[in-house]
Every structure is written in C-alpha cells, then in structure tokens.
Nanobody
C-alpha cells in the first residue's frame, strides 16, 4: 500500500505564492511518477504538473507554465509544487497522485494512488 500526504495549502491573495508538498510512503513501485491535479468547485479534476522518477522530465498544463514549478526529492519520496503569481482561478483542492508509469502524463487514468487533497484559496 502506498500513501500520499499533501500539505501546504491555504489562503493567499492574488499575486501571492504557496508551496505544496507531497510525501509518498509505504510500498512504492521501483519506478513511478508523481503529479499534482486540481479540482475547482463544481468541476472535474484536472492535471496541473507532473515529474518523472529521476526528476529529469516535467509536464505542465499550459495555464500554469511560467508560474508553477514542480520538483522532486527522491531521497524523501517527496515532491513540491511552488506556485507563484497565483490567480483566483487557481482556487481548488489540489491532489497529489502517483502513477506506475515512466512519463508524467496529463491523464488521471495513469495515476493509481491519490492523496486526500489540500485546499488552495486565492482571493481577488
């Protein structure tokens, strides 16, 4: 069993920054990707960013490119999402997800384990 625990959400004004963390524990696969998805109120869960096992390859949805940065700490099985220049439309529950694949795709179907989520609220 793999567990993912997110932290770092909160309330911030537009233009501000937040850093999300996710730690994977338990029986993780030998190779896996980690990613962040977000789910705004009343909407479907969507991909935000992902990173492969080595930390070499990253993938971002267009709306966050240049504002968000995903990074990985292999030693601690952790990933981070640095979110800068936040906008009210970034308001959502953010989920960490693990996929037993080689490349961080934008498809939720490729991710088999999910965290409980952390709320990010950006006020105008």
């Amino acid at each position: 069993q793999v567990q993912l625990v997110e932290s770092g959400g909160g309330l911030v004004q537009a233009g501000g920054s937040l850093r999300l963390s996710c730690v994977a524990s338990g029986r993780t696969p030998s190779i896996f990707v980690l990613g962040w998805f977000y789910q705004p109120p009343g909407m479907e869960r969507e991909f935000v960013a992902g990173i492969d096992y080595s930390g070499t390859h990253t993938n971002y949805v267009d709306s966050v490119k240049g504002r968000f940065t995903i990074s990985r700490d292999k030693g601690n099985n952790a990933i981070y999402l640095q979110m800068n220049s936040l906008k009210p439309e970034d308001t959502a529950v953010y989920y960490c997800a693990l996929g037993n694949v080689f490349y961080p795709t934008q498809t939720a179907f490729d991710y088999s384990t999910w965290g409980q989520g952390t709320q990010v609220t950006v006020s105008a």
